[in-house]
């Protein structure tokens, strides 16, 4: 899969020039909860350094992580869609640096430029049907009929 940072080679020069006016470097600490599943969505982030693991309620049981993301990623897409809420929680695995975005700006800056709405829209979607297959096979490895399902043991 190609890294969300991809994003900023096929957007158009203005919309992208735009877009990074609206970056600000963002740090979490190595096991910061970043966002929590349910949660409201105004912000996301392109990850520069670190490792985050999204991860996914489970009752009676610890989150269950269903993906972990590095340099590149994009951290965060329910921001994009109506409820947004976030469909799932964020651990920073180990300390992390981002350029993180306000939703409300970034979805201004859509309504403005039909073209970079296009673009943000299409890679957003590559992103979410990757994490669906991810947390689909992340799932049934755990609770599958030949699953370990140890994900409510200690680590």
Known sequence: MTTMSTLLNV?????????MELAEEKEFPAGARIFEEGGRADHFWIIRSGTVDLDLHVPGRRAAVVEHLGPGDLLGWSWLFPPRNWHLGARAATPVRAM???????????????????????????????????????????YGPSGGGDAGQGD
């Open 100 to 142: 993180e975005f306000d939703a409300v700006s970034v979805r201004t800056l859509c309504d403005e430029d039909p073209e970079f709405d296009r673009v943000l829209t299409h890679r957003v979607a590559e992103v979410i049907a990757h994490r669906l297959q991810s947390a689909r096979g992340r799932l049934l490895d755990l």
């Open 11 to 19: 957007l158009p020069p203005d919309g992208r020039d735009r877009l």
